[in-house]
């Protein structure tokens, strides 16, 4: 009976055989979902009706998408004595004092390709020079500006990196081939594999970062990283006298996290390493008598969420700009009745009602939480880079629209390292951030994957300059290849997703479709992931691809409501009030940045978010209550 419902002629046959494991109950959910998919329907549905599509897939996903590859020999130890986060993010889950700590495998999503398609086929230089390389700059419009971008690289730093064995491997254009990668040939360390332990994933990757959302950026990963940062005095950090970051004897930043490090990331850093600051100077002003260990505890902990809000509630909603994802996200933070509602009463009516922040336990559905394969190569978006960087002159008065006048655009290649370094210590904090907020990012498009990038001098952990450059657009083709991420179409069946038959399935573009027929053949398995994300039809409002979007969903939500401190130690007796009402009260990245330069905005800021072009027009307002709206967009 169950194996002929499984079999019904309305599922995708290419879905049949992933539900015999559903129970009937989540086969039901997935007709559901799967007839809003076929109708190609969900972002067009009125706003509830789509927040409820949402809901179900991320049930799906919690049940069928989360994967553990090894089992963990931590301890069990007592939450009560690590009431704070830890340098090496040991001691969170609540029994296993290593789950989600530095150096601990990445999960997956989905188990790893099935296909047997070889790390060279197609070749990445091919891939990469017909399908991803820039050939004219395409911007995000007013949507999303340089500092959405360089959050998101801030973020990245915070949560995933790979550790690298010691053999290299090497790419080399095939032969004969003209017109392809700028360096013909180069080098890079592979990924170091691990024996895992378990009979499913045998092997698997370790993330040299914390996973968990807890400004490691800022903080480091480990014991060392934090030492090299604080002052241990007042619990602050180091910050030099120009507001920016201080450097080592060799020019490189002292900073949580600074590997392939940039003028504008280390600038977010800096702003964090202020907040953060700032923050002890609220607990020292409410708790005399906190000494400088608690004091840095406890500005962590606010720091963070600060962190963690302003991506959930204003970096998020700029990135998917449609009103059910606006809701969504004020959802995953104050729940359905809203931040008044939670202000009033507190946190008294379960993750829907009253958010996944302050929930009374952290939940990981049963599979230990960690950043996952998938998850890092959906955010393989360095076209989001522009070629340069348009510097603003902020000396003088704003004109009418906000928008100052352009003083030069300096090369991205300028403000890499510890030469961006130089260069941002001579333009300043101000003028930088100003600029970033002017300047529209790049779109996560084919054929937008910046050029400088494609002959890149990358860092080592240390921040150190590698002796050799490599081209990232090659290697990050390899890289998911390399990693037994499935490609495209397995990725979005394993998804519970509709897979393409044709390339036309994927785009409406004929340029672009010949271009893939040129790579791939007729072989839309072949398709790599990152072309593939890269190349589809985007939904109204969306920057990144629905296929990306779906990790997220599920993923997004997990960063909180697996770590006690966004659900059981949410509270004032963890963060203290002072701390918590801090949280509360910062809403935005726009609040953070008017904490610490109370003009800027005024003066430079006419749109609604700080992560949209500054001069764009502020959002119109909507005089239809949110769940009232009709379309979502
Ligand atoms: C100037 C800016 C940037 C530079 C120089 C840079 C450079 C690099 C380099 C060298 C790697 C390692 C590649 C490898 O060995 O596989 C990397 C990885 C990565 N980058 Fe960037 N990146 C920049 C900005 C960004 C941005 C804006 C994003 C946006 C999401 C991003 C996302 C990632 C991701 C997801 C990885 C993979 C991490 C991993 O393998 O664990 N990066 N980047």
Known sequence: MALSLFSLP????????TLPRMNLFDFILFCVVHLVDKLGLWHRLPLLLGLAYLGLRRHLHQRY?????????GHHYDTLHYAYRTPDGTCNHPSDDLVGSQGTFFGRNMPPATSDYGLLDPHPTV???????????????????????????????????????TEQVEIRDPDGYLGGCPLKSFKFFKTKKFKTGSSNMKTSHLNTRTPWWDGSVIYGNNEKGMTRVRTFKDGKLRISEDGLLEHDEKGIPISGDVRNCWADFSLLQALFVKEHNAVCNMLKAHYPD??????????????????????????TVELLRTDTLLAAMRINWYGFLGKKFKDLFGHICGPIFSGLVGTRKPIDHGVPYSLTEEFVSVYRMHSLLPDDIVLRDIKLPAAEDKCPPVLERVPMSNLLGKEGERRLSEIGMEQMLVSMGHQSCGAVELWNYPTWIRNLIAHDIDGEDRPDPVDMASMEVYRDREREVARYNEFRRNLLMIPISKWEDLTDDEEVIEALREVYGDDVEKLDLIVGLHAEKKIKGFAISETAFFIFVLMASRRLEADRFFTSNFNSKTYTEGGLEWVNRTESLKDVIDRHFPDMTRNWMRCSSAFSVWNSMPNPTNYIP????????
């Open 127 to 165: 891939v990469a020079s017909k399908l991803l390389a820039r050939k004219k700059f395409i911007d995000t419009g007013s949507q999303f500006n340089m500092i959405a971008c360089s959050w998101i690289q801030f973020m990245i730093h915070d949560w995933i990196d790979h550790l690298e064995d």
């Open 626 to 633: 949110l769940y009232l709206r009709l379309a979502s967009s």
């Open 10 to 17: 309305f599922i995708h046959p290419q879905l049949r055989h």
């Open 65 to 73: 998408n989360l994967f553990h590859v090894a089992p963990l020999h």
């Open 290 to 315: 906190f000494d400088d260990e608690q004091l840095y505890r406890h500005a962590r902990l606010v720091t963070s969420a600060v962190i963690a809000k302003i991506h959930t509630i204003d970096w």
